[in-house]
């Protein structure tokens, strides 16, 4: 007899059915199916379509997010895959578990998603499905691209006009648009008749065109709009906006007659003046006193007056004789300013076309005194044979209105070939440089007016060779502009420059037998970038521009404010208020960056002040300034002198002879300004209104145009770190064979705000280790920025007896702790103010300064600058031991003393110590 097992025995087999399709046991369910047949009978992905187009600008590069935004998207990023689900209709009824993309050829116009959902097969019966979704992207022209290609893209038109008969002071904005690029968001720019169109996209870039033009010339404003279109349906209406801005219609060199009323309220100056230059103000000399006043533009549309000549007629005199008037004292109480600049003389000319001819000599008097001797040539106007058609002019006495007004003293002809110049000027557009003689004489009015030139940007050309050097000759007494005062003309066009370029350049020093070659590496996005973006801060400030008077008092009028509110007691808290209140509202800063810079800054402010109060030397506004490095300082206690008697007289030098074919060379590789920031983003938004931009925090670019570039962006944006890696690495492959490694100093981003020591320290660390790594085997001299302290551009030293939590010890111990192992023997003069010596070989000696002890911006100095931790007595020892050696030696810093970041007397001392 057979016995069957008992089923109920085994716990597994209990309840257990077979499926109605592959007959395999299964737990009971509602369709009596196994999950392999329940998945081919049932697709919960049939109502997500498998298969979808998106549309793509290729004129601007971005997607189309229905119904009609047009959104900026990076491959593969969060934001397009958003995009690419938004197209799902289906995707609602399902459950979302992952979505990811799977990567396809960047140019097959293919996007491949692959989506992971979950939902409810049967009645408590889920079931989860991946899938792919294949995108296929399309192309569609974006309205802004389609209005660009039917030349009808255009929303906002600024019409710059200037009525007169000289064009002068149009060249002159044409220079101040490229100098501020306040043309950028130009969409196309229309030279006409008496001026130009700019047309922009969008009415908020032509407000913002039209707001720099009131700010740096007197103009008048008048607007108006035409209704292109209306939509019934949404009550939205496309209008056509244009502004008109009108330019005073004078220039420089211009005779014009003031209304008597206008005279008396100028502090009684002549109604007959000269136009000495046009800025955002119209500057009038009276030549007959020397008097000078300014007429603002409101001034000028209330009670406007025109040229009664202008330098189109202008005629030729010879001067005869010329005698200086000694006594220029104001002429009546209550008479305006007299310029310094200009000295009155009595002088007799003669018309050079009668010269010889007429005997009878003509006089005046003139503000030429200085320049104007017998026999010199001078442009002038002749009111004596003039008719004149101005009712101010008819109402003058005749003896008020002298026979010749002399205007300038006239060089001779300056197209012979020797005196071709050696500079050139950017324009906005091919036609709008003039070919008539109003070009030619805005560049003589450059050449002769250095604070006329101080907003232009002049380039120097390098198929002219440049001026000669003062001395080589003497007999030529024509004004030239210095090959200092001239900028190297970049090959690079600003719209080409999205991604980061480096300068790699090297620099041949041939001293003796031995030719020491410098390769420079610089980052030259982060220097652009800064020059630009503090111009655009200067010039926003109250529209006022960069480094000129109405800035600098301005500016130290605020700083002034905040000292006095020190001084009478206030809280920290009412100090930061007002540091606040002037970051935001003077200089038109972001809240945030500004709270946190007046958080960093003002104890240090506070402590200055109540230190040096009562003093001999109490702060003052000129050398703790906002903008030192633009603005003079003239404070008396920034002058000392070192005493340098310990080093002895100095040695005949030995002429030094050029090196001999054949002999070794020796590379140096200097790196400098890298400015990482670990939080780069690429595709983040470049252009975020902040010192430093791109960054994780800010979000994605609002556009294409916008977006940041991987390797880096100069527009507003710090070095990524993997861009620096790259850097490096090129370096060490490119240049096996460098003696030393140089490395100037600024390892910090410039979001000045956020610094602390902790997020300084790492910032140095990662960069300390980038460099040893990259050069194991070669010797690294580093050297303090202006960046690596906290806050930024503050700098006490060690040795000094301040509250600890002000001094940036840490700073100095960290350099040590790096720098010392590198360079044994360095340590100690580190830690005393992060300068020190280091031999190359016995024949070569790098010595490298902490400028930031010479640093305009370093607010530490107003407490003591005579000479901080001893360095320039510390570097003529040095020196002196190594004239005493017969060393070479080699001199690096970051801030270089001859710069306008440097104060004077550091300067002075340190070419007194070189050049002793």
Not at 285 to 303: H, K, L, M, Y
């Amino acid at each position: 007899m057979e016995y069957m097992s008992d089923m109920t025995s085994d716990p597994q087999a209990v309840g257990k059915i077979l499926c109605c399709q592959c007959g395999v046991a299964i737990e009971p369910n509602s369709v009596s199916m196994c999950v392999s047949c329940l998945r081919t009978t049932v697709d919960i992905t049939e109502d997500i379509p498998k298969q979808a187009t998106i549309q793509f600008c290729r004129g601007c590069d971005r997607y189309l997010k229905p119904p009609s935004e047009w959104v900026s998207c990076v491959l593969e990023s969060r934001e397009l895959l958003g995009l690419c689900l938004s197209k799902l209709k289906g995707l609602s009824r399902v459950k979302l578990i992952d979505a990811s993309f799977v990567w396809t050829e960047p140019h097959s116009k293919r996007l491949k998603v692959k989506l992971t959902v979950q939902a409810e097969a049967m009645t408590n019966l889920f079931l989860e499905q991946a899938f792919i979704v294949e995108f296929t992207i399309a192309s569609q022209m974006c309205e802004d691209c389609h209005r660009t290609e039917a030349k009808d893209y255009w929303k906002c038109k600024v019409q710059v006009r200037q009525r007169c008969q000289n064009k002068k002071t149009f060249f002159y904005l044409e220079q101040l648009i490229l100098k501020h690029k306040a043309h950028e968001n130009t969409l196309s720019i229309k030279p006409i008749h008496e001026g130009i169109d700019f047309f922009y996209a969008s009415e908020a870039h032509a407000r913002k065109m039209v707001d720099f033009l009131q700010a740096v010339l007197p103009v008048k404003t008048t607007s108006s709009k035409k209704l292109i279109s209306h939509d019934v349906h949404s009550n939205t209406y496309n209008y056509k906006m244009t502004y008109s801005v009108e330019i005073v219609p004078l220039s420089k060199d211009s005779l014009i007659c003031l209304p008597k009323k206008l005279s008396h309220q100028l502090a009684g100056i002549s109604q007959l003046c000269l136009v000495a230059r046009v800025t955002n103000a119209v500057h009038l000399i009276d030549p007959c006193t020397a008097q000078v006043a300014e007429v603002s533009g409101n001034v000028f549309w209330r009670t406007p007056f025109d040229a009664i000549a202008n330098p189109k007629q202008l005629v030729q005199y010879t001067v005869m004789e010329c005698e200086p008037i000694l006594s220029q004292s104001q002429a009546f109480p209550g008479q305006g300013p007299i310029s310094n600049k200009h000295s009155l003389a009595d002088v007799w000319v003669v018309r050079s076309s009668e010269l010889g001819i007429n005997n009878n000599l003509i006089h005046t008097k003139t503000h030429l005194g200085k320049i104007l001797n017998p026999g010199d040539t001078v442009m002038g106007y002749c009111l004596v044979d003039s008719n004149v058609n101005d009712s101010n002019f008819d109402k003058l006495k005749e003896d008020k209105v002298p026979d010749v007004v002399l205007v300038y003293k006239y060089y001779g002809d300056r197209t012979a070939r020797k005196h071709q110049r050696a500079w050139r000027l950017r324009h906005l557009h091919d036609d709008v440089k003039s070919t008539n003689t109003d070009y030619g004489d805005f560049l003589d009015d450059l050449e002769s007016d250095p604070q006329y030139r101080q907003n232009v940007n002049i380039y120097r050309r390098k198929d002219v060779l440049p001026p000669v050097e003062e001395g080589e000759d003497e007999d030529d007494e024509r004004p030239t502009i210095s090959l200092q005062e001239m900028l190297e003309d970049l090959v690079l066009d600003d719209a080409e420059m999205a991604d980061m370029h480096v300068n790699n350049k090297a620099t041949y020093l041939k001293r003796g037998s031995l030719s020491l070659i410098i390769i420079s590496i610089w980052c030259m996005m982060n220097l652009i970038r800064f020059a630009a973006l503090f111009i655009v801060l200067v010039a926003s400030s109250s529209g006022l521009q960069d480094g000129s008077k109405d800035f600098c008092t301005d500016c130290q009028v605020q700083m002034q404010g905040l000292l006095d509110l020190i001084v009478a007691g206030a809280t920290r808290e009412e100090v930061v208020a007002k540091y606040v209140d002037i970051s935001v509202n003077f200089f038109q800063q972001p809240l945030s960056a500004s709270e946190g810079l007046a958080e960093r800054n003002v104890d240090i402010i506070i402590y200055v002040v109540g230190e040096k109060l009562g003093t001999a030397a109490p702060v003052t506004a000129e050398a703790m300034c906002f903008f030192n490095d633009v603005c003079p300082n003239t404070d008396p206690s920034y002058d000392w002198s070192l005493n340098l008697d310990f080093v002895g007289p100095k040695p005949t030098p030995e002429i030094p002879q050029p090196p001999i074919d054949g002999q070794p060379t020796m590379e140096v590789l200097q790196i400098t300004d890298i400015h990482i920031d670990p939080t780069y983003t690429p595709g983040n938004n470049a252009l975020c209104g902040f010192y430093s931009c791109c960054r994780a925090s800010q979000g994605a670019a609002p556009n294409s145009s916008a977006a940041a570039g991987y390797w880096g962006d100069y527009r507003g944006c710090d070095m990524p770190v993997h861009a620096l890696q790259n850097l490096l690495d090129q370096a060490a492959q490119n240049h096996p064979n460098v003696a030393y490694v140089i490395f100037t100093g600024d390892v910090m981003d410039h979001a000045n705000w956020e610094r602390t020591a902790e997020l300084n320290t790492d910032h140095f660390t990662l960069v300390m280790n980038m460099l040893r790594q990259a050069f194991p085997n070669v010797p690294i001299l580093p050297i303090f920025g202006n960046h690596e302290s906290v806050p930024a551009n503050r700098v006490p030293p060690s040795e000094w007896n301040v509250p600890t939590n002000l001094k940036n010890e840490w700073l100095f111990q960290l350099a040590a702790d790096f720098w010392g192992q590198w360079l044994p023997g360095t340590a100690d003069s580190i830690l005393r103010g992060g300068f020190y010596a280091y031999e190359i070989n016995p024949g070569l000696k790098v010595i490298a300064l902490n400028n930031n002890f010479c640093y305009t911006n370093n607010w530490w100095l107003a407490y003591d600058n005579v000479d901080p931790a001893g360095q320039w007595a510390w570097l003529a020892q040095e020196l002196l031991l190594s004239e005493q050696a017969g060393q070479k030696v080699h001199i690096m810093a970051h801030i270089p003393p001859g710069s306008s970041t440097a104060w004077d007397v550091c300067h002075r001392e340190y070419r007194r110590i070189i050049d002793r």
